[in-house]
Every structure is written in C-alpha cells, then in structure tokens.
C-alpha cells in the first residue's frame, strides 16, 4: 500500500506540480537565440513531446517498483526515475522558455503509462526490464531524430535533448545487464505504433 501512495503522490507531482530537478539543466549558461516565429513553434512542440515522454517515464518507471519484490531492482528503478525527473524539470524548462506549453493530455499518456508498467511488472522481472530497454532504444532513436529537427541556433534546446539521450541510452545497457528479456518482434512493433500515436498528437495537444 505505501508503494502505491508514493505512485499516488509521484503522479500528482509530475501532472501538476512544478518539476524540481536534482541537477542544473545543460541549456544553464547557453544564449536563448532569437528564432523565428516557425523556429519557435517547431522548437516549443518538440520539447513538449520530450516532456510527454518524461511524463511516460515517471509513470513506467514507479509502476515497475510498486510491484518488484527485489530490492536492489527497487533502488534501481526508483534511481533511474530521479533522473527522468531531472529531463522532466529541464523540458518543462525548456517550454516555458519557449512560450509553450506542456501536453493538455499528459493525465491520458501518465495513466497508460502506468497500467502498461505494471502490466509488463506482473509478467516478471526480466519481462519488466526488457520493457524498459525497448522503450529507452526507442526514446534514444526518437530523441536523435529531435536532434536533426530543432532548429541550429536553439543551443540550449539542443544541450537538454542530447544529454537526455545519453541518459536514456545508460538507462537502456543498465536494464540489460540487470538481466532483461528480449521483447518478441509484435510487442516492439506494437510499442513503436503505440509511441507513433502519442508523438504525433502531442506534437500539437
């Protein structure tokens, strides 16, 4: 139950409390450039795909250790959440220096999130952790794809996502080490359409 009440409280914070990051964000000391109108758009709806996946990864990473009973797997899980809410803090970040705004459906995309953790938690361990190293290859893959899209003079944009991509690629070998367990090609492929369908539609909600 006390697992849960923290699960309660960890979704609480991420959908309506000012994220609070543990580390100063990479964009702190780079020059906000002046971009155009277009630039500006394009900038402020890709970070807010990043805070949508954010979001995901508070969600999928508390539901995995709500249900875990190994402990070290516990810690592990809870410490790769801290990290995700430094990437949390830094997007929301991000957007607001932007003059965006975060996802109007980020309760939806936490909710999923969550029964997806769990529903992979309660399968096993390794099944869990097989999870987590898919949905991070896919993260690093969507995160450099961001990369060749923002604009070149958004330095500090720019900064933040390629340190997130560093962070979700460590995250993806740790799990692996830990023992995941290969995902079947239908539940990639299903993953792959599942994230198609929630960037496109925070791309502008």
């Given amino acids: 139950m006390d697992r849960f009440l923290i699960a309660a409280d960890t979704a609480l914070r991420t959908l309506f409390a000012s994220p609070s990051a543990s580390q100063p964000s990479p964009a702190r000391g780079l020059p906000e450039a002046r971009l155009s109108s ?33 402990g070290a797997l ?4 809870m410490d790769a ?17 932007l003059g965006s705004r975060p996802s109007l ?15 992979t938690a309660r399968v096993s361990d390794r099944a869990s952790l ?11 893959e969507h995160l450099q794809g961001h990369l060749s899209r923002l604009p070149a003079q958004d330095l500090p944009s720019r900064a933040v996502v390629a340190r997130m991509k560093e962070d979700e690629e460590r995250h993806a070998a740790q799990a692996l080490a830990a023992g995941a367990l290969e995902l079947p090609a239908p539940a990639r492929w299903l993953m792959r359409g599942a994230a198609r369908v929630m960037t496109t539609t925070a791309h502008y909600l």
């Fill in 105 to 119: 459906l980020n309760p939806l995309w936490f909710t999923g999130a969550f029964a997806i953790g769990l529903a």
């Fill in 81 to 97: 959440a801290r990290e995700e809410t430094d990437h949390l803090a830094w997007t929301r970040e991000r957007l607001d220096a």
């Fill in 130 to 140: 097989g999870f987590v190293v898919e949905t991070e290859r896919q993260v690093s």
């Fill in 38 to 70: 277009p630039d500006r758009r394009l900038a402020g709806a890709l970070m807010r795909v990043n805070h949508v996946g954010e979001v995901c990864a508070q969600a999928l990473y508390m539901a995995q250790a709500c249900v875990t009973r190994d």
């Fill in 74 to 77: 516990r810690r592990s899980l």
